[in-house]
Protein backbone atom coordinates (compact mmCIF):
# COMPACT_ATOMS: atom_id res chain seq x y z
CA UNK A 1 0.00 0.00 0.00
CA UNK A 2 1.10 3.68 -0.68
CA UNK A 3 0.62 6.18 1.85
CA UNK A 4 -0.89 9.67 0.26
CA UNK A 5 -0.28 10.90 3.92
CA UNK A 6 2.91 12.89 3.67
CA UNK A 7 5.19 13.23 7.00
CA UNK A 8 6.75 17.25 7.64
CA UNK A 9 9.86 17.91 8.98
CA UNK A 10 10.91 21.78 8.76
CA UNK A 11 8.60 24.14 7.15
CA UNK A 12 7.09 22.90 3.95
CA UNK A 13 9.07 19.80 3.54
CA UNK A 14 7.46 16.30 2.74
CA UNK A 15 8.06 13.31 0.69
CA UNK A 16 6.32 10.39 -0.85
CA UNK A 17 7.10 6.87 1.01
CA UNK A 18 6.33 3.69 -0.16
CA UNK A 19 4.79 1.06 1.81
CA UNK A 20 4.52 -0.01 5.61
CA UNK A 21 7.84 -0.93 6.32
CA UNK A 22 8.92 2.09 5.00
CA UNK A 23 6.71 4.75 6.78
CA UNK A 24 7.79 2.77 9.89
CA UNK A 25 11.29 3.62 9.31
CA UNK A 26 10.34 7.16 8.76
CA UNK A 27 8.23 7.08 11.79
CA UNK A 28 10.84 5.80 14.20
CA UNK A 29 13.58 8.11 12.42
CA UNK A 30 11.16 10.88 13.31
CA UNK A 31 10.66 9.65 16.75
CA UNK A 32 14.17 9.21 17.40
CA UNK A 33 14.86 12.75 16.62
CA UNK A 34 14.61 13.64 20.62
CA UNK A 35 17.53 11.17 20.90
CA UNK A 36 19.91 12.17 18.10
CA UNK A 37 19.72 16.14 19.30
CA UNK A 38 20.90 14.77 22.93
CA UNK A 39 17.77 16.24 24.64
CA UNK A 40 16.98 13.14 26.61
CA UNK A 41 18.35 9.19 26.82
CA UNK A 42 14.94 7.78 26.77
CA UNK A 43 12.98 8.31 24.14
CA UNK A 44 9.82 8.63 26.05
CA UNK A 45 11.47 11.31 28.71
CA UNK A 46 11.15 13.60 25.67
CA UNK A 47 6.62 15.08 26.48
CA UNK A 48 6.78 17.30 23.21
CA UNK A 49 7.21 14.27 21.14
CA UNK A 50 4.67 12.13 19.03
CA UNK A 51 5.86 9.00 21.21
CA UNK A 52 5.06 10.44 24.80
CA UNK A 53 1.49 11.65 23.28
CA UNK A 54 1.29 7.65 22.23
CA UNK A 55 2.74 6.16 25.07
CA UNK A 56 0.32 8.37 27.06
CA UNK A 57 -2.92 7.29 25.74
CA UNK A 58 -3.17 10.70 23.11
CA UNK A 59 -4.98 11.91 25.67
CA UNK A 60 -4.87 15.56 24.32
CA UNK A 61 -6.24 13.95 20.44
CA UNK A 62 -3.15 15.36 18.98
CA UNK A 63 -1.77 12.33 17.54
CA UNK A 64 -3.80 10.38 14.60
CA UNK A 65 -3.54 6.59 15.13
CA UNK A 66 -2.26 6.11 11.54
CA UNK A 67 -2.68 4.33 9.05
CA UNK A 68 -0.99 0.92 10.67
CA UNK A 69 -0.49 -0.55 13.61
CA UNK A 70 2.94 -0.49 15.22
CA UNK A 71 5.01 -3.07 16.38
CA UNK A 72 4.98 -4.96 19.63
CA UNK A 73 8.41 -3.23 20.10
CA UNK A 74 8.09 -0.41 19.47
CA UNK A 75 9.69 1.62 22.44
CA UNK A 76 12.72 -0.70 22.09
CA UNK A 77 12.64 -0.16 18.01
CA UNK A 78 12.57 3.06 18.45
CA UNK A 79 15.27 3.72 21.24
CA UNK A 80 17.55 1.15 19.46
CA UNK A 81 19.81 2.98 16.69
CA UNK A 82 19.43 3.28 13.02
CA UNK A 83 21.73 1.89 10.44
CA UNK A 84 23.84 4.53 8.72
CA UNK A 85 22.20 3.57 4.79
CA UNK A 86 18.99 4.02 6.79
CA UNK A 87 19.90 7.54 7.78
CA UNK A 88 21.88 8.49 4.74
CA UNK A 89 18.17 7.36 2.82
CA UNK A 90 15.58 9.23 4.90
CA UNK A 91 18.06 12.33 5.28
CA UNK A 92 18.35 12.68 1.25
CA UNK A 93 14.65 12.21 1.06
CA UNK A 94 13.95 15.18 4.07
CA UNK A 95 16.12 17.35 2.29
CA UNK A 96 15.36 16.65 -1.64
CA UNK A 97 11.85 15.68 -1.61
CA UNK A 98 12.76 12.31 -2.62
CA UNK A 99 10.77 9.28 -2.21
CA UNK A 100 11.53 6.78 0.22
CA UNK A 101 11.29 3.69 -1.03
CA UNK A 102 12.99 0.85 -3.81
CA UNK A 103 14.61 2.41 -6.39
CA UNK A 104 11.73 0.75 -9.04
CA UNK A 105 8.91 2.17 -6.65
CA UNK A 106 10.74 5.83 -6.46
CA UNK A 107 11.14 5.53 -10.14
CA UNK A 108 7.49 4.88 -11.17
CA UNK A 109 6.51 7.39 -8.51
CA UNK A 110 8.87 9.85 -9.98
CA UNK A 111 7.34 10.00 -13.21
CA UNK A 112 3.33 9.64 -11.62
CA UNK A 113 4.46 12.75 -9.81
CA UNK A 114 6.14 14.20 -12.10
CA UNK A 115 9.16 14.41 -9.56
CA UNK A 116 11.90 13.15 -11.64
CA UNK A 117 14.41 16.26 -10.16
CA UNK A 118 14.59 14.81 -7.37
CA UNK A 119 16.12 11.73 -8.15
CA UNK A 120 18.64 13.83 -9.92
CA UNK A 121 22.24 15.27 -8.78
CA UNK A 122 22.12 18.66 -7.60
CA UNK A 123 23.93 21.19 -9.69
CA UNK A 124 24.48 21.72 -13.35
CA UNK A 125 25.47 18.39 -15.65
CA UNK A 126 29.33 17.77 -16.52
CA UNK A 127 30.11 18.61 -19.28
CA UNK A 128 31.63 15.99 -21.63
CA UNK A 129 34.90 15.61 -21.98
CA UNK A 130 36.80 15.80 -25.48
CA UNK A 131 39.49 13.07 -25.93
CA UNK A 132 42.92 14.50 -27.21
CA UNK A 133 42.95 13.83 -30.69
CA UNK A 134 46.71 13.59 -30.99
CA UNK A 135 46.44 10.51 -28.56
Do not use: C
Not at 41 to 70: C, M, Y
Not at 74 to 100: C, I
Amino acid sequence: MEYGTRLYQGRFKSFPIQEDDHLLTVLRYVERNPLWANLVEQVEAWRWSSFWHRTHRNKAGLIDEGPLALPRRWRQHVQSPQTEAELAALQRSVTRGTMFGEASWQEKTAKRLDLQSTRRPRGRPQKAKLEDPAT
